[in-house]
């Protein structure tokens, strides 16, 4: 390998034998980690033809009775779906809601009647917009952790995801620079 290494550098290498094998070594393992890391982040579910991306929370502090969920649904499907209702252990109900800016305030609504994801289409659910409120908290999501909650299509049906819970003031991890 140093031979090699050594020839695609050219006759001029800034590194002496002994150092570029280790180096190259240390590449790699690099280059793993980075993978794994983005592997741990991007997690991604499967139910019918709607694929969930990153499902993320938010930690929250001590005596807080509300966290909020965000993700994103790509539907692949030539058919509209519907997100019915979303149900978790982490609390005592689920609620889908909107933000939204009406003369100057910001508003947040329950929505009714479920979320449609169009056909071939994409729906984020992201802090300022869409997103799930679990009320009524049994116990606190914490940095670095996971829970589960159970979500209702009208079509595909039910699937079970996994939220990852990331600091207070996070904006979605690797989700950020999703299309």
């Known amino acids: 390998m140093s031979y090699s290494f050594r020839a695609r550098l050219g006759r001029y290498s800034p590194f002496p034998r002994s150092f570029e094998e280790p180096l190259g070594i ?4 690099l280059a793993l980690l980075f993978i794994s890391a983005q592997a741990v982040f991007a997690h991604e579910f499967k139910v019918g033809d709607l694929e969930i991306g990153h499902p993320w929370s938010r930690a929250t502090p001590a005596g807080a009775k509300v966290a909020g969920g965000y993700f994103t649904i ?26 939204g800016v009406s003369n100057g305030v910001m508003t947040m609504r329950p929505v009714t009647g479920g979320l449609e994801i169009p056909a071939g289409g994409k729906v984020a659910l992201a802090p300022g917009g869409y997103h799930l409120m679990f009320v009524d908290l049994k116990r606190q999501p914490k ?4 829970f589960s909650a159970t979500l209702t299509f009208e079509k595909a049906g039910t699937v079970t995801v996994e939220f990852a819970v990331e600091g207070i003031g996070a904006t979605g991890g690797m989700d950020d620079h999703a299309d």
Do not use: F
Not at 79 to 93: E, H, Q, T, V, Y
Not at 143 to 146: A, F, T, V
């Open 26 to 29: 240390t590449v790699l393992v």
């Open 74 to 99: 790509t539907n692949t499907g030539s058919s509209p779906d519907r997100l019915l209702s979303i149900s978790s252990d982490i609390s005592a109900k689920a609620e889908l809601h909107a933000m």
């Open 143 to 146: 940095q670095g952790e996971k």
